[in-house]
């Protein structure tokens, strides 16, 4: 994920979402914690409380975010299935 803000400049920061924990506050907001990766190393929180929830719906069910997902999780989930069926193929050759 790439984050950018007027304040930066040019800089784009990115954000490894892959490596991230997840755990909730005295308060029962969700806080996420990661990192930026490049081009400097930061540590980041995001602290999501219930009233960012319609928000967050708003955004992932507008048709672009939902076709966007589904495009890219069918991809990966093909590469998955391709390099699966390649392992299982390459284990029979090998019996």
């Keep these: 994920m790439?984050?950018?803000s007027k304040?930066?400049?040019r800089?784009?920061?990115?954000m490894d979402l892959s490596r991230y924990s997840i755990e909730t506050d005295d308060h029962g907001n969700l806080l996420v914690k990661g990192k930026i990766t490049d081009p400097v190393?930061?540590?980041?929180r995001l602290t999501i409380n219930k009233e960012d929830i319609p928000g967050l719906l708003h955004i992932v069910s507008q048709k672009e975010?939902?076709?966007y997902g589904l495009r890219h999780c069918f991809k990966?989930?093909?590469a998955s299935m391709?390099?699966?069926a390649g392992r299982i193929k390459r284990r029979l050759k090998k019996a």
Excluded: D, E
């Design 11 to 14: 800089l784009v920061l990115n």
């Design 2 to 4: 790439k984050v950018w």
């Design 82 to 84: 391709n390099n699966f």
């Design 76 to 78: 990966m989930f093909g």
């Design 41 to 44: 190393i930061w540590k980041f």
């Design 7 to 9: 304040g930066l400049g």
């Design 65 to 67: 975010a939902l076709l």
